[in-house]
């Protein structure tokens, strides 16, 4: 495990809100850190999954679902029936 | 905060970078908990052309702790008591009894037979601009 360390200032009262959360999770400042840039670090990368996947229907000329809120919900309940028909319409007869 | 996004809004959410559905979905992360089932998964990707987009849809529910697709189906006498609640097909009474079951705070959907006819107690609906709207006014 890598023990390098260093120092850094923080506001008083930051640092008096880091104690405070890090009590209320019974762990201490340090831990408190850690947590909070490992959510951090996932929800950047949730919103990179997004762009990807954002950028790949872009390069891919656009969804054939319609263009306004009216068509795209019409299609998706098209979707829905014929999925919930084939796949789950058994489990609840 | 729990929520579940309905197709129609995911669908819009992707390939209309500019909707309020975008944003919504820009904004889930540890705050604001995203669970859907797995039939909303399926009505996304059977939308979706191209195998990379799909597998970029899934690789938003990998690894995430704010991220999830709930496999597990929906208990039937639920699916029945959002029938009698005012969602008579079905599939639809499927999406609402999930919502019930997973105990999400909101279902965000753009389908009026959600937002005009269900009657429940357990969870509200609304469409992604009057989520974000609420949200950002902290609201909910």
Not at chain 2, 32 to 40: F, G, T, Y
Not at chain 2, 59 to 72: G, K
Request: charged share 25%; with cysteine; hydrophobic share 45%.
């Amino acid at each position: 495990m890598d023990e390098r360390t260093v120092s850094i200032e923080l506001p008083q009262r930051l640092y008096q809100d880091l104690e405070f959360l890090a009590a209320q999770d019974q762990t201490d400042p340090v831990e408190m850190i850690a947590r909070l840039v490992a959510l951090a670090c996932e929800r950047q990368a949730w919103r990179r999954n997004l762009t990807e996947l954002r950028e790949e229907i872009r390069r891919h000329g656009g969804l054939s679902v319609g263009t306004t809120k009216e068509q795209v919900v019409e299609r998706l309940r098209q979707t829905r029936r014929q999925i919930f028909e084939a796949e789950y319409a058994h489990l609840y007869r | 905060m729990r929520i579940c996004i309905d197709s129609c809004v995911f669908v819009t959410g992707i390939h209309q970078t500019d909707s309020a559905a975008a944003r919504l979905l820009d904004l889930v992360g540890p705050d604001l908990i995203l669970i859907i089932p797995r039939l909303v998964a399926q009505e996304v990707t059977a939308n979706l052309p191209a195998a990379e987009q799909v597998r970029c849809f899934y690789r938003l529910f990998h690894n995430y702790s704010f991220a999830f697709i709930v496999d597990e189906p929906v208990p039937k006498y639920l699916v029945e008591k959002y029938i009698g609640l005012g969602l008579p097909e079905k599939a639809d009474a499927f999406i609402g009894a999930f919502a019930e079951w997973v105990q999400v705070r909101y279902l965000i959907s753009d389908n009026r037979h959600f937002l005009r006819d269900l009657q429940t107690d357990a969870f509200g609906v609304l469409d992604a601009q009057t989520f974000l709207e609420r949200w950002e006014m902290a609201l909910l």
